[in-house]
């Protein structure tokens, strides 16, 4: 094996949702491994957003207003971007959302939306990239799974039915194409300091820590949330060559909360 098996030159890599937070660091990460860097969002404000932070970055990303969970757009914007950049070699399946509500306080439409948005959307996008990758003879798909892949919390029931699913439409993408050499692989990121996990660390009115962020801390070997940037080598490791004989495996990237009872009382 060659340390060059961890370039991505030449290649070319969708990640969906990347105008900042975890897509955003991901896609600078393949980007800094040679990857051309193609990302979608669900409004122009967030792609021209998204755009300009690449930019300040030092990198030319194509930006395109898509929603994941539409099977016409994806379709359209698959089509346009092998046009005009050329046929997709890494999907990276990152757009997702969170409604952090009690299970039996939550509406069945509300439950809808986050299955739609977290696991319809992974199936949609690698629906409409899966054939080019058939005809160009390899493939790389990653989706964004999460602690919740694994583990259950409280007001969380959506988004870990959705993310254990995606766990499993992993396991099946790999399954059913792996044959057409296409890896499909998941990253399942532990607590991760972004927008979406703001209100859980917002500082309370004594000035104490939140108490769901003390929990985290408590939870984790490392002691500490991890940044979005800490997800970029791993993406980089499952696009690239050197991971051709890995598919259908959930990369945990969680500073140990996996592995880990808790902290013992004193
Ligand atoms: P984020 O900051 O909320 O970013 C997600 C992006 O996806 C946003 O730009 C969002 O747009 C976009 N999006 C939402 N619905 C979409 C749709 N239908 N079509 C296209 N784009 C859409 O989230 P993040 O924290 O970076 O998380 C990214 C991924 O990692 C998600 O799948 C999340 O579940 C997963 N994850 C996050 C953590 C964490 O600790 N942060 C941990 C594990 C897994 P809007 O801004 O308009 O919503
Ligand atoms: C939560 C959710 C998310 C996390 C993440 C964990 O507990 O509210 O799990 O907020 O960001 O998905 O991996």
């Known amino acids: 094996m060659k340390m060059n098996d961890f370039r991505l030159d ?25 990857a051309k860097i193609v990302f979608n969002d669900i409004n122009q404000d967030l792609v021209n957003k998204g755009i300009a932070a690449y930019k300040e970055a030092g990198i030319e990303a194509h930006g395109y207003v898509c929603d994941v969970t539409n099977e016409d757009q994806v379709n359209e914007m698959v089509a346009t971007i092998e046009k005009e950049v050329g046929v997709i070699d890494i999907l990276v399946n990152n757009a997702g959302i969170i409604k952090r509500i009690p299970m039996i306080e939550m509406t069945a439409a509300q439950f809808r ?3 739609d948005i977290d696991l319809n959307g992974p199936f949609i996008m690698a629906k409409a990239v899966i054939p080019s990758m058939i005809k160009k003879g390899h493939g790389k798909i ?18 870990a039915a959705a993310k254990g699913g995606l766990k499993m439409l992993t396991r099946n993408i790999c399954s059913e194409y ?9 990253i399942g990121p532990g607590y991760i300091a972004t ?7 917002e500082i309370q009115p004594d000035g104490s820590r939140h108490p769901f962020d003390q929990f985290i801390i408590a939870k984790t070997p490392a002691g500490r949330w991890l940044e979005a940037e800490e997800l970029a080598g791993p993406a980089v490791f499952l696009a690239s060559d050197a991971s051709n004989a890995v598919n259908g495996h959930i990369l945990y990237v969680d500073g140990g909360i996996l592995a880990y009872i808790g902290k013992q009382p004193k």
């Open 10 to 34: 030449g290649k070319i890599a969708l990640v969906t949702g990347a105008s900042y937070g975890i897509g955003f660091a991901i896609a600078s990460g393949l980007a800094e491994a040679g």
């Open 113 to 115: 939306q986050v299955i």
């Open 142 to 159: 990653i989706n964004i799974c999460s602690m919740m892949s694994e583990l259950g919390r409280e007001t969380v029931s959506a988004y």
């Open 178 to 186: 792996g044959e057409f050499n296409i890896q499909c692989n998941g």
């Open 195 to 201: 927008p979406q996990t703001a209100p859980l660390r």
